[in-house]
């Protein structure tokens, strides 16, 4: 099977079989990521892909689910999309869902009829980047879009019907920042249908262009246990009935749970590991365990 970038893939999804349908990332500027610097972006030939999915059983035995590969899947076509469905239920009949990672920007040539039809063949929970609905983050970060650019692209996943996972970046906003984040990506995300979010917290990486900002006093880090009070303020204000993930290796905690029903649990708990574990505890994991 062809894997040009590698398997990049978040924790939940490890029984998953993936599939390459794109290579490298078709933004490759954020400031804060480190992946895929050696590798130019390419949309994978349908003929390559179909030898790929041929191949699935051998590697993957009956998968339920597809993870698309590499930092974002959803930037192929609409015609490739819908050509890799029909040829995964041909060959891979155990298939019931197939998602990936994706950009808000991905979704741009893509209309609210070709997205439901693209649920209607089993399209499901792509892992959108959103990052932030702040629009100082976003420009600082070098994401490429604004907030309203992606309120729009969610507004159109959710009217026809294609459910998400979105993921908040806990201190991307750096020192004395993390409020403004916390609330604006809520708001972001209010009446949107997001099947689960999951967080992690920003370690920089070395080489990128957030660490040179860090090397050259340009940008100061967030401390851990306000990221923390960030985390409990996003909680607060989110409004949507969803899943909260923290199983990434950077967080200090790991919980899965329903909201807003366990909200207040996870806000007390956050409390609690604040109190009772501490700043410099808290750094000494993070560092440890950087983002991935």
């Not at 974002?72 to 060959?91: I, K, N, P, Q, S």
Request: with cysteine.
């Amino acid at each position: 099977m062809h894997f040009t970038s590698g398997i990049n893939r978040p924790p939940f999804e490890r029984d998953s079989a993936y599939l390459q349908v794109t290579s490298g990332c078709s933004h490759n500027r954020c400031a804060f990521c480190g992946y895929f610097k050696d590798t130019g972006f390419k949309r994978s030939p349908i003929a390559e892909i179909e030898e790929d999915i041929k191949e699935i059983p051998k590697y993957f035995g009956a998968p339920e689910r597809i993870f698309l590969q590499a930092a974002d899947g959803f930037a192929a076509t609409y015609d490739v999309l819908m050509r890799t469905a029909e040829l995964v239920h041909e060959y891979v009949p155990s298939v019931k869902t197939i998602g990936g990672y994706a950009r808000i920007d991905d979704f741009l040539d893509k209309s609210v009829e070709q997205l439901r039809a693209m649920h209607e063949v089993c399209y499901s929970n792509p892992y959108i980047g959103v990052e932030s609905g702040d629009d100082v983050i976003l420009e600082r970060v070098h994401k490429g879009y604004d907030a309203k650019t992606a309120r729009e692209q969610l507004e159109k996943l959710t009217a026809a019907g294609l459910p998400i996972i979105a993921n908040f970046l806990n201190g991307i906003g750096g020192k004395d920042y993390g409020l403004s984040h916390a609330q604006l990506t809520a708001k972001l995300y209010e009446g949107i249908n997001i099947s689960m979010i999951e967080v992690s917290s920003l370690t920089l990486i070395p080489r990128t262009p957030l660490h040179y900002q860090k090397t050259k006093g340009k940008f100061t880090e967030a401390g851990e246990v306000e990221r923390l009070r960030e985390m409990q303020e996003f909680l607060r204000r989110l409004t949507n009935e969803t899943i909260f993930l923290s199983d990434h290796i950077s967080m200090p905690f790991f919980v899965k749970a329903p909201l807003p029903e366990k909200k207040s649990e996870i806000i007390e708990a956050i409390d609690h590991i604040i109190d009772e574990v501490g700043e410099e505890a808290l750094r000494t994991h993070r560092e440890l365990n950087p983002i991935m």
